[in-house]
């Protein structure tokens, strides 16, 4: 089985889904990750653009993540792109991977970059011949995108699968202190401990030690599909 994880920002993939790319490869399972944006001068100095990089080097390698590649589109800009061309972008992204399962940011996130990321894979994702080979499109939820939303005005993160990584929450975390110019202190909402006690408490949903949580967009079940890693 392969995963492509779709991330707009480098730490999005840690925070969403770490534990879940982590018990992936410890199976033997292949995952890719894909980050969409690149800072830009002078709202993002160089040398902070490359501290971000090495970073979510560090944290893949952590996770085990087979490929990382940089879409290099401009972060907070992307709302202002010609659709066709992040539409195109998710396109070839998906053509060259070919996953069996993606997963991407949740459409409700308070970042409008999240927003456009979902709409153009999911563009990308549309079930026609050379995608059929996708059975399962995820949304993972990020501390500090997913729950600022706008209550009652905007789509809910309402999580219908939950993956078990108590055994792979300290990996998660490692990964995530890689990020050490994303982080803040307790209680914002992008430290560690706040990350922790999300898992805790998404475990507490479905009765372990620690999960993930994430919305199901599509499945598709059928004989040339075979089993899942779980």
Not at 49 to 75: H, I, M, N, T, W
Not at 104 to 128: C, I, S, T, W
């Amino acid at each position: 089985m392969k995963l492509l994880v779709i991330a707009p920002h480098p730490d999005d993939e840690v925070l969403g889904c770490g534990g879940t790319i982590r018990r992936l490869t410890h199976q033997g399972q292949t995952v890719h990750l894909a980050i969409v944006t690149r800072g830009w001068e002078p709202l993002f100095p160089e040398s902070q653009v490359r501290q971000v990089r090495q970073e979510a080097q560090a944290a893949s390698k952590l996770l085990g993540v087979a490929d990382l590649s940089f879409l290099d589109l401009p972060v907070t800009r992307l709302s202002l792109l010609p659709e066709h061309e992040l539409n195109g972008a998710m396109t070839r992204l998906l053509d060259e991977v070919r996953p069996d399962w993606v997963m991407l940011p949740f459409v409700g996130d308070l970042h409008e970059d999240h927003r456009q990321v979902f709409n153009a894979a999911m563009v990308a994702l549309r079930p026609l011949p050379n995608r059929l080979g996708v059975t399962r499109i995820l949304c993972y939820e990020t501390l500090s995108e997913t729950h600022w939303h706008l209550p009652g005005a905007e789509p809910a993160f309402q999580p219908q699968v939950f993956v078990d990584i108590s055994d792979h929450l300290a990996a998660k975390l490692e990964a995530l202190r890689c990020y050490q110019s994303q982080l803040y202190p307790w209680p914002a909402a992008r430290s560690l401990a706040a990350v922790e006690a999300l898992a805790r408490f998404r475990g507490t949903c479905v009765h372990c030690e620690a999960a993930e949580a994430f919305m199901l967009v599509r499945e598709v079940i059928g004989e040339r599909q075979g089993g899942g890693p779980f």
